[in-house]
């Protein structure tokens, strides 16, 4: 079977596989130290399943903006989303 | 919260998973691609990063079109939603009405939605349909192929007509699942009919509402077939939906700009979902926090 009709370039590879990483890493964390819901800085309460999914919509948006507003590298956006999902999974 | 004790019914997840995989995912992951590539054929494709990203983050005409379609989306929404609300709780409760209702409700959502653009085409032909010839009899010019606010018109209409019937169906159910007591308590207690419908239909229809908002804003932010036929985008760009103008994009081969426009789309579609879903979820609830 051939997928080069899905045209894969391997920032595109790292990207996923490391979604599919942190999902794996989840599951696993979830399987071996159960969590429950709690209220942090979010006016919502929130698993770490919910903080991962705004961890990274959030991080999706804030590229976008990087892209759309500054003319510097992405870089700095990737940095930006890191902190902001480290608090986020941490204190949110 | 125990562990985890018996996993077995996760295999039984796993066709849909595979489904899902292969309808969603996949896909997914290859417009992913096509959005940091510029695609000349099979085989024949180079990098260019987040180029076209900025190429549609730029772009007038798909601002004017997001516009265009959060204007629509929240319009059928402020509408649809209270208005099938309304119908649901006008519905009779028993008897040979109750049917006669729910098939009268059901008949638009059984019509193939590009036949729906073709009635509406006809309805309201200023010349021979039966709407277009009345209005304009009443004095009034109406012609949706010419004038962009009549098309507008026509188009939210037509939306009106064949979405508000699954609110009214959704919330009509919701209504018959409320217990008879709830009923009697509030007549032995004097309600006024303004506070059942506060206190006891709305919050009890909470669920039932919550997909009814979802799937009417997550629909109408997708609309193509309907406007497509009826108005074809026009005048002019007045009725280009967010699908109409991806799909002028698509078909011109532009699948890199495409695809990164696409994702975008998903994105504002995942974040209102998200959003919706989240302050329906806690509606009513502010008593228990």
Not at chain 2, 65 to 75: E, M, N, P, T, V
Not at chain 2, 154 to 160: F, N, S
Not at chain 2, 261 to 272: E, G
């Amino acid at each position: 079977m051939s997928l080069e009709w899905m045209a894969w370039t391997l920032p595109t590879a790292i990207f996923f596989a490391t979604i599919a990483a942190l999902l794996i890493a989840m599951t696993v964390w979830q399987a071996s130290a159960p969590s429950i819901e709690r209220r942090g800085l979010l006016p919502i309460a929130t698993t770490p399943g919910d903080r991962l999914f705004l961890g990274l919509l959030g991080s999706a948006y804030i590229h976008l903006a990087w892209i759309g507003l500054f003319d510097l590298s992405l870089w700095w956006a990737l940095v930006i989303s890191a902190v902001y999902m480290t608090a986020l999974m941490r204190w949110g | 919260m125990g562990k985890w004790e018996d996993n077995k019914a996760w295999f039984l997840v796993l066709p849909v998973f595979l489904l899902v995989a292969i309808s969603a995912i996949i896909p997914l992951m290859t417009v992913v691609n096509y959005s940091v590539q510029d695609i000349f054929g099979p085989g024949d494709r180079i990098f260019v990063g987040t180029e076209w990203f900025e190429d549609m983050l730029s772009n007038r005409r798909l601002h004017d079109a997001l516009w265009r379609q959060f204007l629509f989306s929240g319009l059928v929404l402020l509408i649809e939603i209270p208005l099938g609300v309304l119908i649901a709780l006008a519905m009779p409760k028993r008897g040979w009405g109750v049917s006669v209702s729910l098939v009268l409700l059901a008949l638009p959502l059984l019509i193939p939605w590009n036949v729906i653009g073709t009635i509406w085409i006809i309805f309201t032909r200023p010349d021979i349909g039966l709407l277009g010839v009345a209005i304009n009899g009443l004095g009034f010019e109406f012609d949706h192929t010419s004038a962009p606010l009549d098309a507008w018109i026509t188009v939210m209409l037509m939306e009106v007509w064949h979405w508000t019937p699954l609110v009214a169906l959704l919330a009509y159910a919701g209504l018959r699942a409320i217990p008879e007591a709830y009923f009697q308590a509030a007549r032995i207690d004097g309600a006024s009919p303004w506070a059942v419908f506060r206190y006891i239909q709305l919050p009890k229809m909470r669920g039932v509402l919550t997909i009814a908002v979802l799937l009417r804003f997550m629909d109408s932010f997708l609309i193509y077939a309907e406007p497509f036929v009826l108005t074809g985008g026009g005048p002019g760009n007045s009725t280009t939906f967010l699908s109409i103008y991806l799909v002028k994009l698509s078909t011109a081969m532009d699948v890199g700009p495409a695809a990164a426009f696409s994702i975008i789309y998903f994105l504002i579609i995942l974040l209102f979902s998200w959003l919706f879903y989240q302050a329906l979820q806690n509606v009513g609830t502010g008593d228990r926090q």
